[in-house]
């Protein structure tokens, strides 16, 4: 199982701090400032990254109204695919600018290709990992391009049945990438949280011996931070400045100061998941003196007989553990003992 990915220079691994990437999706709204706007915000939220989409309408689908191009309720009713795709699309000659921007404020800058012209133009910008999207699971000549370039494969599987996953998986091993991050993810938007099932994040990593994550498409921060606590080491969620000014995407997009607060929450969490083996820490060795153990609770002469009395498990825990409590009782002293001594194997015969 590949426990450690190098991400743009950054580890991920079982013990890494959880990788805390910014979409950026459509929230631009075509407006190259204000893209260059969501990429400061994510920098000052806290993210490892910002993540972009490389598609235009025409890479993605055709320009039809036949029915089956056209979407049927939820955020996008009536609209065909080549519309929102016209309007959701980021500009290809933004992303070398964006991607600078990113990596000039201490963020990692990657993105999710959908065809091999995107594939083509995001080498020549050299990113350092491939996101495949939830609806590109099943596009295996896609996912083999991206696994041949030996960088990390991000699999999301918000439409994948466990075959969809196991065929991804295998076209990844085939081209000897073991790089890959499974992110557990709904496409549903917004997500309702019963529809979530974040149990299944240990099970994926299980399943199929990888890093796992979360691409999580409900409202606020308690999702994210629950899948962190069940072993998620990748967060991704949509960044916009403000749910009001509209796009595509912005009625699940987190506002700057959630997504804050989302990441603050993380790494609260990061820090206190710890290690997976029981031991205790340094001050809690300290603290055991605190204990419980045996003490002599009323002054007894040589040859007294210990009893319920005279012998008491009480704090601190200086005397005799008190598993030995029966086992000294009826016992005699050996010798005279004052009220309040800890109790050891010489006092005893």
């Not at 016992?331 to 015969?349: E, M, Q, Y």
Request: aromatic content about 8%; hydrophobic content about 40%.
């Amino acid at each position: 199982m590949n426990k450690e990915i190098i991400l743009g220079g950054r580890r991920i691994a079982a013990d890494s701090p959880t990788f805390i990437v910014a979409e950026m999706s459509a929230n631009h709204l075509q407006d190259f400032d204000r893209a260059m706007e969501i990429v400061h915000a994510a920098a000052r939220a806290g993210a490892d990254a910002v993540k972009l989409q490389t598609y235009t309408a025409d890479t993605m689908t055709i320009d039809s109204d036949a029915s089956y191009f056209v979407n049927k309720g939820g955020l996008w009713d009536g609209m065909t695919e080549y519309q929102l795709y016209q309007q959701a699309y980021t500009p290809w000659e933004w992303h070398e600018a964006l991607m600078a921007e990113a990596n000039r404020l201490g963020m990692v800058c990657f993105s999710s290709p959908f065809d091999d012209t995107a594939v083509d133009f995001l080498e020549t910008l050299n990113v350092p990992a491939y996101k495949i999207a939830s609806y590109e699971i099943n596009d295996i000549p896609l996912i083999r391009r991206v696994a041949r370039l030996h960088k990390p494969v991000i699999l999301a599987t918000g439409i994948a049945r466990l075959e969809d996953i196991e065929r991804a998986m295998a076209i990844c091993r085939e081209e000897g990438n073991e790089d890959v991050i499974l992110l557990k993810c709904v496409s549903a938007y917004p997500t309702p949280y019963e529809a979530v099932n974040l149990r299944t994040i240990p099970t994926l990593a299980r399943t199929f011996g990888c890093l796992t994550g979360l691409s999580d498409h409900t409202m606020g921060p308690a999702v994210a931070a629950g899948a962190v606590s069940l072993g998620a080491r990748m967060v991704e969620k949509h960044l916009t400045l403000r749910r009001a000014d509209g796009g595509p995407d912005g009625a699940f997009s987190m506002e700057p100061e959630e997504f804050q607060e989302m990441t603050e929450q993380i790494r609260i969490l990061d820090r206190a998941l710890g290690a997976e083996e029981y031991r205790l820490t340094e001050a809690q060795e300290k603290e055991r003196k605190g204990s419980r153990s045996l003490f002599v609770v009323q002054d007894m002469q040589e040859g007294e007989v210990f009893s319920p009395k005279n012998l008491r498990c009480i704090r601190p825990g200086q005397g005799l553990h008190t598993m030995y409590y029966e086992e000294i009782l009826g016992r005699k002293a050996s010798c005279p003992i004052g009220k309040g001594t800890p109790l050891s194997w010489n006092l005893i015969r």
